[in-house]
């Protein structure tokens, strides 16, 4: 209701497409529990902490009315979001941490391109600029401000070996071509990159020329990344708003957060 | 272990002449009570005046053993029976306390520091004291034999049983015979824990306890007292008391250490002196009380004072008739095998009853014409053996 | 409790599970020297400075010449058996379950006579060798064996060891190198089963791969630090944890003032003390019950320490600190698992020859070595092992003067 007119304004209309199931939200986060697995780094750098949770007392003698816990972990734990201070391209900008990106910028469109094939068949597969120019040849461009979230259906994988599927030369799992994201940023102004897996990044993005770049290139542009999705599979290629605020972290890198995604159904009639 | 004795006491020793032994009492054994120490102290202690046809304050000293008074000690005892004694002694050395008691309070007496000695050997047994007692013994026995399961004094015998059948070709019929013998003076005896007659192949084919020890090698712990009165020959004869006179004692403690498992007691060291004090020997003695917790230290206490060369206990019993009508009237109440071992009463058995035996107050049956008795006592196995050996010589009064 | 113990069967549910007791547990202060000397597998007696006599059991001053200062001593083992009997009425619990039991009147060769448990084939007359072990309840007691051929399965002298022969093991870490040959050392000592667990899944160990091939081998995902991992494993397998090894270990180097890392001191702690706490809370309870559980009931907790958790290697200082603190803890289950007649036993090791001590200069470990040593340590019921020239030299220095190792300590 327009505060002034007491006409139906664009939030009641978005309450009432909610309630009539008109807009369906999908809930894009995995359920954080001591077996979510986080980033294999080389065991002599610093390591993010596994979640870790401990009861503080379950209605009996440490607190007989009360149910409630203490969790530790990572910021960069589950389904995350990447901030540009994350990075030492994304050092020096401005907002560039939890506490200060302008809220704004925690909702966002979002175009899903499905991968789940191609990661199927090869765990190392990298989406190329190719690959979404021929996406948007059927779907339709990127609109900018826009979120480029990969499926690769990959949050299948709910065993923790399987997921993060480390091999001799380390991690193989799906993730963006180098390439990929200085086109996303200068030819489409995507907000961010959002995968299913355990980091933006492929899983062999450290022996790439620029390791990392989707965290080189993202957060140096002050863009964001949202790892560790889920339910892809039951997103549009085009229409979703993603609803994506991290906790409020001073100075935060990050932060697990539940990645929640509005989808309008397509009208029947 | 030959019989070489080392250097004892050599300087002549002052006799007991003018002090008496009197007025045996004995409160009746039972297997458990729920009475304390003190109660049976008490009793031991009231006995003792109704023999004597005195009243509390003319006894002026006390000679108290007893393992189950804790936390209290003799001292404490005082005030429980509401005496004011001018001499007090406590005498913690379980089996061999009666002879140790009475040349203690004899020398009371005889010094003039007490008039009317009161000697007294009672405990209870409370459904778990035995266990109890033997769980806090000593320090050695808490550290180094308890832990080991052997639940008291049965493995340290079952020790020195085997290793004497072993050294001296004893049988088990050998300790039987001895058992036997004494369960028949036990026969008469109305207090006794068991009077039914023994028989050898009863004696043989009972419960293993600790190998070679069978049942009715143990003991039964069980509840009571025994208790005597000593004083002037003079004040017991104004009482109308008869009395025994006290020929000779010894005691000696820790003989012996460096036997690598007790095959003697410290009556091996003192026998030449105890017997030059009274005047006799061995053959003169009419009869043995020996303490007898487990045979095996029997046989060791008939060697020892020389009713037979080492190894020849077993003969012994073989060839004599340990019943109060034998040639060799021995532990003729039926000693604790049969009685009972009333804890620290256990080492005033044998003195009581050989007073008795002397004075012709005997409860069970009396050897005819008795003049000399002998009393061994032998307590506290601390670790791996006895300590404590003490022995005395009584005499019928005018004897 | 006479003829050897059989295999082990699986458990029958019907029956009540025996409830541990433990055998009389009250010494003097004198006495608990001897658990020292059984703790480390020495057989040493108190001996007078001055006049050399042996002394048994235990005391204050010699007898001989009243020297008020006795000592420690290794002294010879052999004896010979005075007298035997075989105890088959007790009053105490514990001996009551498990007779009949046999005890012997030893004359040893140092000197005294000695009480002591006697294994089979221990007769009158016989030479003997005598061991100070721990009873179930902790305390030092003498155990004599034949000379020679002693059986592993003497009913007796398992009670007072940590046989691993048919016994599940857990063991915390088996995807290390340690922890691999651990594995490999209580199958070769004839364990019943090994559970090992690893910590991290996606960790591409060859060990794990072989362990998972492994006959006898159960291979279960334990990481310490995850409180509903351990309790989980702890449901599925607590019950059948008769050894459990506590292997689990972060080494970083860094001491206090010049790292300042609390990322890598709390995971250190969160391993080290933390994990063994929920090891504890989880493991402990059950295994406590099952002390008396049979003949291959539970019997120990080991736990793998560095020898640095002594005493403070200031090159490994926040390292050395988790180690201390979890050596504390360990002092707190063993007062506890006593009750079940279940031992603590804590091996301290000088630096392995793995990848985390790469800087570490000579002598490091064989991880073969340790576990060996271990395994054997535990066959002999050993309470502490010191494994390597670095942990004996740490545990001499640290006997003869802390306040010189503590200042001149270094790798």
Known sequence: MDSRTGEAGILARLLEGLLSGRIRIVDLTVTLDQRTPTIVLPPELGQTWPFRIEEISRYDRRGPATYWNNFSCGEHTGTHFDAPVHWISGRDLPDNTTDTIPPAKFLATAAVIDCSRDARADPDYLLTVDRVEEWEGIHGPIPPRSW?????????????????????????????????????????????????????????????????????????????????????????????LLITAPLKIRQGSGSPLRALALVEEQADD | MSGTRPP???????????????????????RYSIRSAHWFCGQALAGLLARAGIGKDEVDGFCVSSFTLEPDSAVGLMQHLGVSPRWLDHVPMGGASGAVALRRAARAVQAGDAEIVACIGADTNHVDSFRRTIATFSQFANDAVYPYGSGGPNASFAFLTDHYMHSHGAEREDFGRLCIAQRRNAAALPHAMLRRPLTMEAYLTARLIADPLRLFDCVMP???????????????????????????????????????????????????????????????????????????????????????????????????????????????????????????????????????????????????????????????????????????ILGRSGA | ???????????????????????????????????????????????????????????????????????????????????????????????????????????????????????????????????????????????????????????????????????????????????????????????????????????????????????????????????????????????????????????????????????????????????????????????????????????????????????????????????????????????????????VVNVFAGPLDDEWHQLVPPPKLDPATVAARVVRGLERGLEDIAVGAVAEEIAHRLAENPKEIERSIRL
């Not at chain 3, 030893?106 to 003997?128: K, Q, T, W, Y």
């Not at chain 3, 290390?176 to 199958?187: C, D, I, K, N």
């Not at chain 3, 059948?240 to 506590?246: A, C, D, F, G, P």
Request: negative net charge.
């Open chain 3, 1 to 343: 409790m006479t003829g050897p113990v059989g295999p082990p069967r699986r458990k029958d549910p019907t029956r009540r599970t025996r409830l541990p007791v433990t055998p009389p547990g009250n010494r003097s202060r004198e006495a608990h020297g001897l658990a020292a000397m059984a703790a480390a597998g020495r057989f040493a007696l108190q001996c007078c400075r001055r006049c050399g006599h042996v002394h048994y059991p235990p005391r204050q001053l010699c007898e001989r010449c009243l020297d008020g200062e006795l000592e420690w001593r290794d002294v010879a083992d052999g004896g010979r058996v005075l007298a035997e009997t075989t105890v088959r009425h007790a009053n105490d619990l514990y001996f009551r379950e498990r007779l009949p039991w046999k005890l012997g009147l030893v004359g040893s060769d140092a000197g005294p006579s000695i009480v002591a448990h006697l294994a089979e084939g221990c007769e009158r007359g016989r030479r003997v060798r005598l061991a100070l072990h721990l009873d179930r309840a902790g305390n030092a007691v003498v155990a004599a064996s034949p000379e020679r051929d002693a059986s592993r399965d003497d009913p007796r002298l398992r009670e007072m060891v940590f046989d691993p022969r048919g016994r599940r093991v857990l063991v915390v870490d088996g995807t290390t190198g340690l922890g691999r040959h651990l594995v490999e050392a209580f199958l070769a000592s004839g364990a019943r089963e090994v559970f090992a667990g690893f910590s991290r899944p996606w960790n591409r160990s060859p060990d794990l791969a072989a362990l998972r091939g492994r006959e006898g081998v159960s291979v279960y995902p334990l990481d310490v630090t995850d409180t509903d991992a351990v309790e989980k494993l702890a449901a599925l397998i607590g019950d059948k944890v008769e050894i459990l090894v506590n292997n689990s270990s972060h080494v970083r180097m860094g001491g206090a003032l010049d790292r300042l890392d609390f990322n890598i001191t709390r995971q250190e702690m969160e391993i080290h003390y933390h994990g063994l706490l929920r090891l504890a809370g989880y493991f402990g309870p059950v295994m406590r019950a099952r002390g008396a559980d049979g003949p291959y009931g539970a019997v120990a907790w080991v736990n793998m320490f560095s020898a640095w958790s002594l005493v403070n290697n200031p090159e490994l200082g926040t390292y050395s600190a988790s180690q201390a603190a979890a050596l504390s803890l360990s002092h707190c289950m063993r007062a506890e698992l006593a009750a079940g007649g279940v031992r």
């Open chain 2, 8 to 30: 004892g006491g050599t300087a002549p020793r002052t006799g007991y002449d003018g002090v008496a032994v009197c007025a045996p009492v004995t409160v009746p054994y039972r």
């Open chain 2, 222 to 392: 069980c509840a009571g007292a025994e208790a005597f009165l000593v004083m002037s020959t003079e004040r017991a004869r104004a009482l109308d008391l008869p009395h025994a006179a006290i020929l000779s004692t010894m005691e000696r403690h820790n003989a012996f250490p460096d036997d690598p498992i007790q095959v003697r007691g410290g009556w091996a060291r003192e026998v030449d002196s105890f017997y030059d004090m009274a005047g006799l020997g061995p053959g003169d003695m009419d009869l043995v009380q020996a303490y007898d917790d487990y045979p095996v230290i029997c046989f060791m206490q008939l060697e020892d004072l020389g009713f037979c060369a080492r190894g020849e206990a077993p003969a012994l019993v073989r060839e004599r008739d340990l019943t109060t009508a034998g040639d060799f009237p021995f532990n003729t109440c039926g000693g604790q095998l049969s009685a009972g071992q009333a804890g620290a009463a256990g080492g005033f058995l044998g003195l009581v009853e050989t007073l008795r035996q002397l004075t012709d107050e005997v409860l069970g049956t009396a050897v005819e014409g008795a003049r000399h008795g002998l009393v061994s006592c032998f307590g506290m196995i601390t670790y791996d053996r006895g300590l404590c050996s003490s022995a005395a």
């Open chain 1, 148 to 240: 480029l979230l990969m499926r690769t259906d990959w949050s299948l994988r709910t065993d923790p070996e399987a997921f993060l599927n480390m091999g001799d030369e380390g991690a193989n799992t799906p993730g963006p071509h180098p390439d990929l994201i200085p086109w996303l940023i200068s030819e489409r102004d995507v907000i961010g990159f959002g995968s299913e897996a355990v980091g933006t990044d492929a899983g062999q993005a450290p022996h790439f020329p620029i390791p990392f770049p989707c965290h080189h290139h993202m957060h140096g542009n002050n863009r964001f990344g949202l790892p560790g999705l889920c339910n892809l599979d039951q997103l549009p290629p085009h229409g979703t």
